[in-house]
């Protein structure tokens, strides 16, 4: 494996999600999306969850699931009532955040979220991450979509892997990246930011490019970095 594994051309998500997510900043937008400028910071969020670093893979009892129901559509069919609070979105008030340094491969980070809550919830569609004080979402993998919604039972994980870096050399503005924001997606396209965002400090030395970008959830985290 070359020392820097060249990044294939994610698609830009197409839920409109990410449309709606937009993320306030100072300053011109350096002609990004500004994909995440309606999303409150993790800072401002009074009283929500803010989680702890830990490095490597422990915690949880385990790995999630994948639900029965496929893509997108996944949770609109179900009931109201109790079935809907058990298949409520995963935010930062029912899970735990970590987000660690991968050994390989390079440039990658591994996001970990531990469900602390007492019902399953559903990790939809993938993170919408914010380094520092970028003014867009991290692009989002669309050849990692999976084939069904991650369900995450009390104590299980789900995982997303990120890709920090493309190719040595090209003119993609890397820098040093201190802080990443998570936010979660709602159940459907009309719910894009399921609120409590959390707020992680990143690994030392870590960078980050133009061509960064972050998976679906997936159930295993070698998944995560398989791409």
């Known amino acids: 494996m070359s020392a820097l594994r060249r990044v294939r051309k994610p698609a830009l998500f197409a839920v409109t999600a990410l449309a709606a997510l937009s993320l306030t900043a100072c300053g011109p937008a350096d002609g990004k999306d500004d994909a995440l400028k309606s999303v409150p910071s993790a800072s401002e969020e009074q009283g929500k969850s803010t ?112 890709g920090l870096t493309g190719e040595p050399g090209d003119d993609t503005h890397l820098r040093d990246a201190r802080n990443l924001e998570i936010h979660f997606q709602g159940r459907d396209e009309n719910e894009p930011d399921a609120g409590h965002s959390v707020s992680l400090a990143l690994p030392d030395g870590t960078k980050v490019d133009d061509n960064a970008f972050v998976t679906y959830w997936q159930t295993d985290p070698s998944v995560a970095l398989s791409f």
């Open 51 to 162: 989680a702890d670093v830990k490095g490597g893979q422990s915690g949880g009892k385990g790995e999630a699931r994948a639900s029965t129901e496929r893509g997108d559509d996944a949770g609109k069919n179900h009931a109201d009532g109790d079935d809907a609070q058990a298949t409520a979105p995963c935010t930062g008030a029912t899970v735990k955040a970590e987000v660690s340094q991968a050994p390989r491969p390079i440039n990658h980070l591994l996001i970990k979220i531990t469900n602390t809550g007492s019902k399953r919830c559903e990790a939809f569609v993938a993170p919408m991450l914010r380094f520092d004080e970028d003014q867009a979402a991290t692009r989002v993998l669309d050849d990692s979509k999976p084939q069904a919604v991650v369900s995450v039972e009390p104590g299980e994980s789900a995982y997303a892997g990120v």
